[in-house]
């Protein structure tokens, strides 16, 4: 009996295939060619030096394009601006997060903001809302202002008297994650002691986070059937004997994070539940993250209050998404500085013109440095951190087309596409960024001054910062974008007014793809992250 289900199986998988590429509504737009019968063209979608992949596709077949993916099935690749506003924004509510990804984070992070979807996420996103407000940030600026003066003593502790080569990667992870930590937690989880060179086990592990996760990309979309497979102790037991080598490392990794989380909240939920008068004071001045969500969650009705596990999950959420991507900016930013030293002059100059850091300064001070911001903009522009991301459409929709697509005979002009339920897209917001109807011709080109100009592009990127889709747009966009500016611009500043940075000697600095961007060494034995930048002090 079980021989014969395998034989039916077997012939049956060519079927299925034949019948999902025939019945696809995306069958007549163009797109590459079928990669592997398998794994389709998820293969190149996921590489770790995917970048000329994703170059090609937007390039040669236009915003909308027909990719390949699992067992036959077809997916949109979009960064057609228009239809993106209807995804993103518009119809929001349809085009939810895939499966796949909302599991995954919920396995990693727990029943946070990037793990649910619908009214639950509205509900939580509705709580939390304000503790991103612009008044908080102002508030925030002379924490980041001590965390990164921290910064700048154990760089200078390092460099002597002399230039050094500094794994600039690690002490922005450890920097941005100290500033999520006391901003987001109320909590210090790294010293930046000067003598220190490591980061906690924290902060080493969850370096490793996305790129563990990041490899098993096609594992992943397995997820929303393998966790009903069993109870939790069935599924864990399987974990544990799994040969891989970056599953055990991204378990290793998220026991560790949600350990240190769930201490943190049990430890200022035991004092704000004693009334313990720091805690109190704390949570009554809103001088973090979690103490303004108690205070909040406190006077919530009892529709909006959100249970304790929500809570810990927003934390796990808030460690990961406030410094990751942050910190990989911030890299790719001092990478482009070191590429462009008349932009890293120009940079400089400005700063010191702008004698700010006679004192503390402020939120307004800082945001007052239009090439500063233009550096900023333009690294946001040209790398985003995360260059994509994947969206399921939960019904049957129609979604117009900003520019019709050319059908695959090569006359045909397609004005919208009929959206089939299940249908998987992905919104390419790299691509979006770097296109060349967009931004012209040197849409790849490392370009500060085009911020300062007027011939800014004037069609419409439905982005919620700066024409960008950098940090995505509508009701699932990046809730932390003003935090993380205030962290790049205030790090930046301290950092650029005090050292040079150049390249290393005989190291090509490569940047890999990944859920989220890493630089590595080319040709290295070990991919890990690192950034082995020349830092001098200034005279």
């Not at 021989?3 to 797109?31: A, D, K």
């Not at 490591?198 to 990309?217: E, N, R, W």
């Not at 001070?365 to 995360?386: C, F, S």
């Amino acid at each position: 009996m079980l021989f014969e289900t395998v034989v039916l199986l077997i012939l049956c998988c060519p079927l299925l295939f034949l019948w999902r590429r025939f019945n696809s509504s995306l069958r007549h737009l163009r797109g590459p060619p079928n990669h592997s019968l398998l794994r389709g063209n998820l293969g190149q979608l996921y590489a770790r030096d995917g970048w000329k992949f994703h170059e090609a596709i937007a390039e040669r077949f236009g915003g909308a394009v027909k990719l390949h993916g699992l067992l036959g099935t077809h997916q949109l690749y979009l960064s057609d601006p228009a239809a993106l506003y209807n995804v993103l924004v518009k119809d929001s509510n349809v085009y939810e997060e895939a499966n796949w990804y909302l599991e995954g984070n919920m396995l990693v992070f727990g029943p946070g903001l990037l793990s649910t979807y619908g009214d639950h996420h509205k509900r939580q996103r509705k709580l939390l809302n304000p503790v991103f407000s612009t008044q908080h940030m102002r508030d925030l600026a002379p924490v980041f202002h001590c965390i990164t003066r921290k910064l700048t003593d154990a760089i200078e502790y390092h460099l002597g008297s002399g230039s050094q080569e500094i794994d600039l990667y690690d002490w922005m992870s450890r920097t941005t994650l100290e500033m999520i930590a006391q901003a987001g937690l109320g909590y210090s989880i790294d010293s930046l002691e000067p003598e220190s060179d490591s980061p906690t086990t924290y902060g080493k592990l969850i370096k490793h986070l996305i790129p563990s996760a990041f490899k098993l990309s096609t594992f992943r979309l397995f997820l929303p059937f393998l966790v009903k497979l069993g109870p939790p102790a069935f599924r864990r037991f399987l974990l544990d004997i799994s040969p891989s080598r970056d599953l055990h490392q991204l378990k290793e990794t998220v026991d560790v994070m949600h350990q240190t989380s769930t201490d943190i909240f049990q430890r200022k939920k035991m004092s704000f539940d004693e009334g313990d008068e720091h805690t109190l004071r704390q949570v009554d001045e809103g001088r973090d993250i979690m103490s303004i969500l108690l205070k909040a969650n406190l006077s919530a009705s009892d529709l909006d209050r959100l249970p304790d596990s929500e809570l810990l999950a927003q934390m796990s959420t808030f460690m990961f998404a406030g410094h990751d991507t942050t910190s990989s900016a911030l890299s790719r930013t001092l990478h482009n500085l070191a590429l462009h030293p008349e932009v890293q002059a120009q940079l400089r100059h400005e700063i010191a013109q702008s004698q700010l850091f006679k004192g503390c300064f402020s939120y307004e001070e800082l945001n007052a440095l239009p090439y500063l911001d233009a550096v900023y903009r333009e690294t946001l522009r040209l790398n985003p951190p995360v260059n994509f991301m994947a969206r399921i459409a939960r019904r049957d929709m129609i979604l117009p087309l900003g520019e019709p697509a050319i059908a695959t005979d090569g006359v045909t002009k397609i004005h919208a596409l009929h959206i089939t339920k299940g249908t998987s897209i992905i919104t390419a917001f790299g691509a979006v960024n770097r296109s060349k109807t967009i931004w012209g011709d040197d849409a790849y080109e490392w370009k500060p001054e085009r911020w300062l100009s007027n011939t800014l592009p004037v069609k419409r990127v439905p982005g919620v910062y700066s024409s960008l889709l950098t940090f995505s747009a509508g009701p699932r966009a990046c809730i932390g974008f003003k935090f993380a500016e205030l962290e790049m611009k205030c790090i930046l500043s301290m950092l650029v007014s005090a050292y040079t940075f150049e390249l290393p000697d005989k190291k090509e600095i490569i940047w890999n793809l990944g859920g989220i961007q890493t630089p590595s060494i080319k040709d290295a034995a070990l991919q890990t992250p690192t950034l082995p930048l020349k830092v001098s002090k200034l005279a």
